[in-house]
């Protein structure tokens, strides 16, 4: 029996099989992870009262946590957690029912709360803080706490998100290949 990845009344993480998940993280419920994603050591995902989607090539790094709201009477969609295609979540980061799009970058040690919403191609600095409710424009290195728009990217930088995103696939890989190994021994 898996008890890192695991379901919660009832409903079961949907993990492609091409997506790995550290035996030191835990999955819990309403779930999915797309093809070539990776959940990192001490990472916990508690999809137990709302739904947690997270993007093909997507990484959640080390001690990151991700929740969402739960549904209520007047809020029958409460706030779930959509995470993207190519998208790094660095380590120590806390997501809480919030939307990320397409490539980009959550640094380490990073807050995102409810209902924020982060479009594709979107640096956030490490330590920020993005307050309920905030939309965070395409194109741009946001800081701080609460987090404000500091510059726009340069085309270098918005070119490091796929490269990042492929970086922890293959690292995936490698981890994957090594655990089998150790299994072995």
């Known amino acids: 029996m898996n008890h890192n990845i695991r379901a919660f009344d009832g409903v079961s993480p949907a993990v492609d099989p ?3 998940v550290d035996p030191a993280a835990v999955v819990i419920g309403e779930v999915a992870l797309a093809a070539r994603a990776s959940v990192w050591p001490c990472a916990v995902v508690r999809g137990d009262v709302n739904r947690i989607e997270i993007g093909e090539a997507s ?5 990151a946590m991700l929740h969402v ?5 007047d809020d029958p969609e409460g706030a779930p957690l959509c995470i ?4 790094t979540i660095g380590h120590h980061v806390t997501l809480h029912g919030c939307t990320i799009e397409d490539e980009c ?5 990073t807050i995102v709360l409810d209902r924020a919403h982060i479009e594709k191609h979107v640096l956030v600095g490490a330590g ?3 307050p309920p409710g905030k939309r965070l424009e395409s194109g741009h290195l946001y800081l701080g706490n609460p987090v404000k728009k500091v510059r726009p990217l340069s085309a270098e930088e918005i070119a490091y998100f ?4 492929e970086h922890y696939v293959r690292l995936m890989g490698k981890h ?3 655990l089998a190994e150790n299994d072995m021994t």
């Open 105 to 109: 970058l959550i640094g380490i040690g």
């Open 128 to 130: 920020s803080l993005v």
């Open 162 to 165: 796929a490269y990042s995103a």
């Open 84 to 87: 993207g295609r190519r998208v």
């Open 18 to 20: 091409t997506a790995w």
């Open 176 to 178: 994957r290949a090594s």
């Open 69 to 73: 709201s739960h549904k209520k009477a």
């Open 59 to 63: 990484n959640v790094q080390d001690f």
